[in-house]
């Protein structure tokens, strides 16, 4: 199948406004990928009265980045079976809901530039295959055989998983949207939502340009707006927007080789395939203040080519024809926010996935329907509630730790 080249989503224009209706059974605030995800798996259940609001059009924030990685190599037990879920739905989508997303199969190939970075990914690959996935550490030639671009001298090894790979993020947002509509599942676009009401921790209504909704659930996935959503209703949602970019280099003569999904673990510098004839590149600049700022810029590009000349040398002055620039909805630790709220009874969120809500979409879409439903999730999220940065976790096993024992940890990358 031939894949599609990213390019920058760009605006789109408002159409005439649709009035919202009177009342909802659920309101989920956010037409990205997480939104897509819940309303899809909401619908499925055959919960009614399923309303999404997105302020622009679906996929417009974060989950309008051209390629998004998918991926179950992480360092701790809960999010490499968040990871290991969605990647299991990921290669299903086809069938279920149904839609080409353009799944590359191509692999993760983590770089590692000394013995401590070795050692600290030798303990999660062990960690990743006891929960059955096939990751190992391979050695430099292995790697380089893998990603011609690398010089072997430049590392000492690398984390591999096979079963890895990237997607495109938009055809998944459609795709679960028009699978939710077809089960009878409600969305408005261009309906930001300017006020949430509640009373007594109990809530009453959702607030829009277009109309009131009254409600009893609202469930927050407005990325990285999704701290001020929040404090509509009086929940804080530690979240923080941050600029992160990408490059693309267009056709190449000749046309680069099928590579896996191939990242430095010091500088974060990555690069992978775009459609058959071109690159991807994208670093986290360390210099980015946060902000809502997304307009791109070739600065970061100075310490990204200085990185990978470490590495890879002959992408070191790779031409890079445009650009684009998206935000991160990141928290302190870097790991999702994923419960209830616990002053307001039925505001359930799912959000700050600093990097790692495409990957965990599917998963958490299925989380946060058990929840909504009070079924028995795969696994408990306790430990990814917002209290943790308060003092206050979700019902979820000793101190906050999740049934298996498990904490989120700072992810790798």
Same mark, same amino acid.
């Given at each position: ?7 920058? =989503? ?11 209706? %009177? ?29 999404? *609001? ?12 051209? #390629? ?8 701790? =037990? ?11 739905? @990921? ?9 080409? &997303? ?12 000394? %013995? ?21 550490? &391979? ?13 072997? %001298? ?9 079963? /890895? ?28 939502? !300017? ?52 490059? *693309? ?24 395939? %775009?459609?058959? /004839?071109? *690159? ?43 650009? @684009? ?7 302190? /630790? ?16 799912? !959000? ?15 989380? #946060? ?45």
């Amino acid at each position: 199948m031939e894949r599609r080249t990213a390019t920058d =989503p760009g605006p789109h224009p408002a159409p005439d406004p649709v009035p919202v209706p %009177d009342r909802a059974d659920v309101v989920i605030v956010g037409g990205g990928i997480i939104g897509a995800s819940i309303a899809f798996h909401l619908a499925e259940a055959g919960v009614g009265g399923v309303l999404l *609001l997105e302020r622009d059009r679906p996929a417009a924030g974060s989950s309008g980045k051209p #390629i998004g990685g998918v991926r179950a190599q992480f360092s701790d =037990p809960l999010n490499i079976r968040i990871g290991l879920r969605s990647l299991e739905a @990921w290669r299903a989508f086809g069938t279920r809901p149904g839609a080409d &997303i353009g799944l590359a199969s191509v692999g993760y190939l983590f770089l590692l530039g000394d %013995d401590t970075e070795r050692a600290l990914f030798e303990d999660s690959v062990a960690v990743q295959n006891a929960l059955g996935v096939p990751s190992r550490i &391979i050695g430099p030639a292995e790697a380089a055989a893998l990603c011609p671009y690398l010089d072997p %001298d430049g590392i000492v090894a690398a984390a591999h998983c096979p079963t /890895d790979g990237y997607a495109l993020p938009e055809a998944a947002v459609t795709g679960y949207l028009r699978a939710a509509v077809r089960r009878g599942a409600a969305v408005r676009t261009h309906c930001p939502v !300017t006020a949430i009401d509640t009373r007594g921790g109990t809530l009453g209504a959702v607030r829009t340009p277009h109309g009131t909704v009254h409600t009893g659930t609202v469930i927050c996935c407005a990325g990285a707006w999704s701290q001020e959503v929040g404090a509509m209703a009086g929940v804080r949602l530690p979240v923080t927007p941050l600029r992160r970019q990408i490059a *693309l280099t267009g056709p190449l003569d000749p046309p680069p080789p099928r590579i896996p999904f191939t990242l430095d673990h010091a500088s974060t510098a990555y690069f992978h395939n %775009d459609g058959a /004839d071109g *690159l991807l590149l994208g670093m986290s600049d360390p210099r980015q203040e946060p902000g809502f700022a997304r307009d791109f810029s070739r600065e970061w590009l100075e310490p990204f080519r200085e990185a990978v000349g470490r590495r890879a040398p002959a992408l070191a002055g790779v031409p890079v024809r445009h650009g @684009w620039a998206g935000l991160y909805e990141t928290t302190p /630790d870097n790991n999702a926010l994923i419960g209830e709220a616990a002053d307001v009874h039925r505001f359930l969120y799912a !959000t700050g996935f600093s990097g790692h809500g495409f990957l965990q979409a599917p998963a958490v879409g299925e989380l #946060i329907r058990d929840l909504y439903l009070g079924r028995e999730p795969f696994l408990d999220a306790g430990p990814l509630a917002a209290g943790r940065f308060d003092g206050r976790t979700a019902d979820a096993g000793e101190e906050g730790a999740g049934h298996d024992g498990t904490r989120p940890e700072a992810h790798i990358i």
